[in-house]
């Protein structure tokens, strides 16, 4: 009877401890979004990176990236070089939203064949505002971001874009004469006919 008893008991702890493994939340995932530079009026690529993803089943995730818009303006969505594109998944959906001087791009993606390593998921492509030949900055706010229906769940880390002062040649004087004695001509030589050689 005791041997019985202690068999129950075991085979029921054992029960209990594979249901509570099984119960246990997935470990979370970092994700970041990076940094990028560039001069006023060029465009920025902006990798939104992911630690391994391999063996949790991740088929679907969305994000929003929060921004100055005075500073940045997100135009596009490159796949190409990503964890996305190397699995094969469908076009990536996003659409831009502006709230006084905040932009948000909303971003979702899924695709049939689970995601697997780390690294870039995918580039944020930004315009920088042609107005900023000072230089200026902006943080890049990832929020939001949930891969499946939740699980794993996402720890965020934000990025930022930097706006470099663009090169400014300063020529003085900044008027003059280049040579008062002899006019310039802006026309191009008339060319002459030279007679044949026989």
Do not use: C
């Not at 970041?32 to 690529?45: E, K, M, P, R, W």
């Not at 991740?58 to 500073?71: C, G, H, I, M, R």
């Amino acid at each position: 009877m005791k041997r019985l008893l202690r068999a129950s008991m075991l085979g029921a702890l054992v029960a209990l401890a594979a249901l509570a493994a099984g119960a246990a939340p997935a470990r979370a995932v970092a994700v970041s979004a990076g940094t990028g530079s560039g001069l006023a009026g060029q465009t920025v690529d902006v990798d939104v990176n992911t630690a391994s993803l391999t063996g949790l089943n991740v088929v679907s995730f969305a994000f929003d990236l929060s921004y100055n818009n005075t500073v940045v303006t997100a135009v596009d969505v490159i796949p190409t070089g990503g964890l996305t594109a190397t699995a094969g998944w469908n076009a990536i959906e996003f659409h831009v939203s502006n709230n006084s001087t905040t932009g948000t791009i909303h971003v979702s993606a899924a695709g049939s064949a689970p995601l697997a390593g780390s690294g870039s998921l995918l580039k944020v492509r930004f315009t920088i505002n042609p107005a900023l030949l000072n230089g200026s900055g902006t943080t890049l706010t990832l929020a939001g971001f949930v891969f499946n229906e939740g699980s794993p769940s996402a720890e965020r880390s934000n990025g930022s874009i930097t706006v470099n002062a663009t090169p400014q040649i300063n020529v003085s004087p900044d008027v003059g004469e280049i040579a008062p004695t002899r006019p310039i001509s802006t026309q191009a030589p008339k060319a002459q006919m030279m007679p044949a050689s026989v």
